[in-house]
């Protein structure tokens, strides 16, 4: 799956050129047959865990702050 996911990431941003894809932590919510939800965390190949938080933790710090000013009205 780790491929499929690579290739298909590859895919997107070379058809929308944004570069060579270096390595990806994609986290996804999902609906099984009975309708339950979860989430799936997944990587490209080789990536380790500790690259794999630190990819996360930057992702999330860069959307807090756009939130965070979004929320307090664009005043910080």
């Known amino acids: 799956m780790t491929t499929d996911l690579e290739d298909a990431l ?3 941003l070379a058809d929308h050129e ?8 994609v986290v996804v919510e999902v ?3 009975d309708g339950e939800r979860s989430l ?7 990536v380790m865990e500790w ?14 702050g756009p939130a965070a000013a979004y929320f307090a ?3 910080l």
């Open 40 to 46: 799936s965390i997944l990587t490209t190949p080789g």
């Open 31 to 33: 609906f099984d047959e």
């Open 10 to 12: 590859s895919g997107v």
């Open 73 to 75: 009205g664009g005043d």
């Open 18 to 25: 944004r570069g060579l894809l270096a390595r990806a932590v």
């Open 51 to 64: 690259d794999a938080l630190g990819l996360c933790r930057y992702g999330v710090l860069s959307v807090e």
